[in-house]
Nanobody
Framework: QVNLVESGGGSVQTGGSLRLSCATSGRTYSSYCLAWFRQAPGKEREGVAAIDSYGNKDYHNSVKGRFTISYDKAKNTLYLEMNNLKPEDTAMYYC???????????????????????WGQGTQVTVGS
């Protein structure tokens, strides 16, 4: 069992920045992929960024160059640094974990081609114009 708890959401103006955190706890694994997904009202959930246990990363095209995903293994915390935020980034952001051997490729996780094992409860990000 893996527990995921997000924090760091809030309201910012266009061009602003936020850093989301996802504290992970429970059983530890050596082969995994951690990811951030988001869902805006009336839209389907989409993968935003993912990082695997080898350190490979991938991003949705809409956030490349603006968002950075990282995982601090010492703190067991996943981060999403979001810069130059736009109104279209407004959504509920969810932390997700997939446990597999070998680790699932980040691009496949983002595109929804794999099955997520654990989800967080979400944190709201609102970007005003």
């Amino acid at each position: 069992q893996v527990n995921l708890v997000e924090s760091g959401g809030g309201s910012v103006q266009t061009g602003g920045s936020l850093r989301l955190s996802c504290a992970t706890s429970g059983r530890t694994y050596s082969s995994y992929c951690l990811a951030w997904f988001r869902q805006a009202p009336g839209k389907e959930r989409e993968g935003v960024a993912a990082i695997d246990s080898y350190g490979n990363k991938d991003y949705h095209n809409s956030v490349k160059g603006r968002f950075t995903i990282s995982y601090d293994k010492a703190k067991n915390t996943l981060y999403l640094e979001m810069n130059n935020l736009k109104p279209e980034d407004t959504a509920m952001y969810y932390c997700a974990a997939e446990i597999r051997l070998p680790a699932p490729p980040p691009d496949a996780v983002i595109r929804g081609h794999t099955e997520i094992d654990y989800w967080g409860q979400g944190t709201q990000v609102t970007v005003g114009s």
